[in-house]
């Protein structure tokens, strides 16, 4: 798997990316012995993933909403670097 872009900011912390990863190697590694469950746990795996991946932006509009509220503007030299694509997140 390639690294994600130095240039990028993850979407999510490292544990948890390791995490993710792992299981997904081990749904991987067993699918050819327990095709059903691993299709199970991979649907598990991508629904942590995205309800994960909504929490984070969910925080982030609130984030932005706040600062609208109270008047400010946001900035593109203010904001974060731009998430790496999900592939190479995942």
Same mark, same amino acid.
Do not use: C, Y
């Given at each position: 798997?390639?690294?994600?872009?130095?240039?990028?900011?993850?979407?999510?912390?490292?544990? #948890?990316?390791?995490?993710?990863?792992?299981? @997904?190697?081990?749904?991987?590694?067993?699918?050819?012995? $327990?095709?059903? &469950? !691993?299709?199970?746990?991979?649907?598990?795996?991508?629904?942590?993933?995205?309800?994960?991946?909504?929490?984070?932006?969910?925080? #982030?509009?609130?984030?932005?909403?706040?600062? @609208?509220?109270?008047?400010?503007?946001?900035?593109?030299? $203010?904001?974060? &670097? !731009?998430?790496?694509?999900?592939?190479?997140?995942?």
């Amino acid at each position: 798997m390639k690294p994600v872009a130095r240039d990028h900011e993850a979407l999510f912390p490292p544990s #948890e990316l390791d995490d993710f990863r792992k299981r @997904w190697n081990d749904i991987q590694a067993s699918f050819v012995d $327990e095709p059903k &469950p !691993s299709v199970e746990k991979a649907d598990q795996l991508v629904a942590s993933v995205i309800q994960k991946l909504a929490q984070v932006f969910a925080e #982030e509009r609130s984030k932005l909403e706040s600062n @609208w509220s109270k008047g400010g503007e946001v900035s593109t030299e $203010e904001s974060p &670097p !731009s998430p790496a694509p999900l592939p190479l997140v995942l």
